[in-house]
């Protein structure tokens, strides 16, 4: 919504929004476009009737903002819904899908088309370095869009991408997420069928060649031309892995060399990000040896495992993962870096599926690469992390705290560790608070 919200600024519209305790870097993104930040759902911010409210699905029934709305009688649409209309409708749109990696694939295959001079508009769930804008019109036929399976609005209970009408979609991977709405992986299997059902024929649709889940949506029916991606094995885009970090690798096309990515991003499931990109670039136009050259100079996204501090000889990371297989991942990737060093992770697991205990009984195994764990329990969730802590022994504690999280990380940090804070909410400003109590110990 933030994103949309900045769409609609650069086309011309006074904007304003509201939400609960917006954090950065989204709130600095939009104070820095002018776009006017209004805490809480108070309808007295609708005094002055606007000429549309764009709703954000996370606004629901019962909150007054939504009742003012409706009993007003105003003009009201969905976020996705605004953005096909006033932005999608006639452009050739490339959209990103999956339970992971979404934010990140679109990062880098906006960059590659800003590379080879496409001006590409994108909207994208985080804030890719390359730009430092979550959202841009952009002025070519060319839209990248972080197409979210979640559902739209209170009235509109269609997953969001089907509104986006993809010519290139990219399909990442599927699991289980969003216990919140959907009852089980074949809901969102569905889902994913549907918009399997609104690409072209005419268009491209790049499948994760490792995920079965993926198979099984496409064999519910498929009008259009698919491309399979691997990172692990061949299956018509893979990689060859040439050096000891993964960080350089060539590109294949059924086992022929294409180029070579020489970059500074970790882990396989970015290799795999990265073959994604590639293809549906070359769908739009793109040669894969201008794509490989993109690539060496991306420089990643906010809040993915981004460095944000480096104190002492120790790195503090910043990484929105939320997911079990997004943890593991992730802390792989660290692995494959840093060698020996030591690892201190610190979780948070604040997404409504983590909340409801979903994966309970994944999180310790995906902990697993870390040396020091540090599990926060947050005060409202419908479960105990204490099962997960007698799971991964001595090497884990558990806190309700945020004060204790910072008191014992600073009490057994030393040099070349690497802390990394694993969140996809603001987590308190743990993050700058660790960094300030480094700066003082």
């Not at 490339?94 to 496409?118: D, N, P």
């Not at 002025?139 to 969001?160: I, L, N």
């Not at 802390?331 to 599926?353: D, F, M, W, Y």
């Amino acid at each position: 919504m933030g994103g949309v919200a900045v769409l609609a600024r650069q086309a011309g519209h006074t904007v304003s929004g509201s939400d609960m305790n917006v954090y950065p870097p989204m709130s600095t993104q939009l104070e820095e476009q002018g776009i006017d930040l209004i805490q809480g759902y108070d309808p007295g911010q609708l005094k002055d009737e606007p000429d549309q409210v764009v709703v954000g699905n996370v606004m629901s029934r019962g909150k007054p903002v939504v009742e003012h709305v409706l009993n007003r009688n105003l003009s009201y649409t969905s976020g996705p819904q605004w953005l096909y209309e006033n932005v999608l409708k006639d452009r050739w749109v490339l959209a990103v899908a999956g339970t992971h990696g979404k934010t990140t694939t679109a990062s880098m295959l906006a960059w590659i088309l800003e590379y080879a001079k496409l001006n590409p508009g994108f909207l994208i769930g985080g804030i890719p370095a390359n730009f430092g804008l979550s959202a841009r019109l952009g002025d070519s036929p060319f839209f990248v869009v972080e197409a979210d399976e979640y559902d739209t609005a209170f009235f509109d209970k269609r997953s969001k991408f089907i509104h986006y009408h993809p010519r290139t979609l990219i399909m990442n991977n599927l699991e289980f997420d969003h216990a919140d709405i959907f009852e089980d992986l074949n809901a969102i299997k569905k889902q994913f069928h549907h918009l399997v059902r609104i690409v072209p024929g005419e268009g491209l649709i790049i499948s994760n060649g490792d995920e079965e889940n993926l198979d099984d949506v496409l064999e519910q029916g498929c009008w259009t031309t698919t491309e399979k991606f691997s990172a692990m094995k061949p299956s018509g885009w893979s990689v060859r892995v040439i050096d000891d970090s993964g960080k350089k690798f060539d590109v294949l096309l059924n086992n022929e060399k294409l180029g070579t990515v020489d970059w500074d991003m970790i882990g396989a499931h970015n290799r795999s990000n990265a073959l994604a990109a590639i293809a549906a670039a070359r769908h739009a136009g793109v040669p894969v040896d201008v794509s490989v050259e993109a690539l060496s100079e991306f420089k990643g996204v906010k809040r993915r495992q981004e460095v944000i501090g480096q104190i002492n000889d120790i790195t503090v990371y910043d990484d929105f993962a939320h997911h079990p297989t997004a943890i593991e991942e992730t802390l792989q990737g660290l692995r494959q870096r840093v060698g020996e060093q030591r690892i201190i992770a610190v979780l948070e697991p604040r997404s409504n599926t983590m909340r409801m205990g979903v994966h309970k009984d994944k999180i310790a195994a995906s902990l697993s690469e870390a040396d020091e764990v540090m599990l926060f329990q947050p005060a409202d969730i419908d479960w105990g992390l204490d099962a997960v802590v007698n799971e991964l022994g001595n090497k884990c504690r558990l806190f309700n705290s945020t004060d204790a999280i910072i008191s014992e990380i600073t009490s057994l940090m030393k040099p070349k560790d690497h802390v990394i804070i694993m969140s996809n909410g603001g987590f308190d400003g743990l993050h700058q608070r660790l960094l300030s109590a480094m700066d003082a110990n």
